[in-house]
């Protein structure tokens, strides 16, 4: 029997190709439907209006809608978003839902098409752009950051003063759509380890790999320590966002360590999180590596996207981002 959610997938492709024979889009407007003020759209594939028209912007002189359509189809949501801002007719045009719907169906296609056309219905009245912006979603154009610090105790010079460090680091978290992820946990600035946090990283570089999970606005991590011992690092995070559909924090609720035997995993790049996701926060199976759950460290993630990881204010040093502790 064919899904009912199977059939609106077909209605809503068909829906946009009628956009060839459409003259004119009605912006959703009170002041503008009052005067019965119509929008002209740019047409997906061809030229919706049957006669000349001629747009008094010079760039829409200069470039066809077609090729418009095509620029607009190839932008990332957030681009598409600042184009907006631009004129009208690009700001109606970016409403199209086609080009919402393919960014839904990317940033959560682990859940599969049939999955998101049920949330769509049942959560956000059909509206691809309304769901982009309402569901916890993770980002993957750019990087998690998590800076944490603590203070160690220097060496005593001539028993006079007591000289204090403000010690430095950093978790890092890259997320894929298809819900692998990386982990970096290092000192160095956010410009340099961008520059490698990326699945061609050699061993060397000490960049893990891992699978995740997101459900509402939960997050299951965890990935591989491989070794003598091999230890199974899980993370229990939080999606929030300082503005709406930022999606730009994520709270980390739990870090916990534990073993793993060599007959439950073969190597890291195996699904571990499908071996512990049911596994007690203190539950271990391995009696030389014992089940910790870590307090310190904690620090929220901050996403950094990939065109400000050099200017990111996170690659400031210590002197610059924290207050001198006197000892």
Not at 18 to 41: E, K, T
Not at 115 to 142: A, C, F, H
Not at 180 to 198: C, E, G, I, P, Q
Not at 215 to 241: H, I, N, Q
Request: hydrophobic share 40%; with cysteine; net charge positive.
């Amino acid at each position: 029997m064919t899904s009912d959610y199977t059939v609106k997938l077909a209605v809503e492709l068909e829906t946009a190709a009628q956009l060839r024979a459409s003259q004119f889009i009605v912006p959703q407007r009170p002041w503008l439907d009052l005067y019965g003020i119509n929008v002209r759209p740019v047409a997906p594939f061809g030229s919706a209006s049957s006669k000349q028209f001629v747009d008094p912007a010079l760039l829409h002189r200069v470039l066809p809608d077609e090729l418009l359509f095509e620029i607009f189809s190839r932008m990332t949501p957030y681009a598409m978003g600042r184009a907006a801002c631009v004129c009208r007719k690009w700001r109606y045009t970016i409403r199209n839902p086609v080009f919402w719907r393919n960014a839904c169906l990317k940033a959560w296609q682990i859940s599969g098409v049939v999955e998101n056309y049920k949330v769509l219905q049942l959560k956000y009245d059909g509206s691809w752009r309304k769901m982009w912006l309402l569901r916890p979603r993770i980002r993957t154009d750019g990087i998690y950051v998590s800076r944490n610090t603590y203070i160690r105790a220097g060496v005593a010079e001539w028993k006079i003063t007591n000289p204090v460090h403000i010690v430095c680091y950093y978790r890092y978290m890259r997320f894929y759509p298809s819900g692998r992820f990386l982990y970096k946990n290092s000192s160095h600035k956010v410009k340099d380890v961008a520059k490698y946090l990326n699945f061609r990283a050699s061993r060397a570089d000490c960049v893990f790999r891992g699978n995740y999970t997101l459900s509402e606005d939960k997050v299951e991590a965890a990935l591989l320590y491989p070794g003598m011992c091999p230890t199974v690092l899980r993370f229990r995070l939080r999606l929030r966002g300082t503005t709406q559909g930022a999606n730009n924090r994520m709270d980390l609720l739990a870090l916990l360590t534990s073993g793993v035997n060599d007959n439950e995993v073969n190597g890291p790049d195996e699904d571990v999180l499908g071996v512990v996701e049911r596994w007690e926060e203190d539950e271990t199976h391995n009696p030389d590596v014992p089940a910790i759950s870590h307090k310190r460290g904690l620090t929220s993630f901050v996403f950094v996207p990939f065109e400000e990881v050099e200017t990111s204010v996170l690659n400031l040093p210590v002197d610059k981002m924290d207050y001198y502790v006197p000892g």
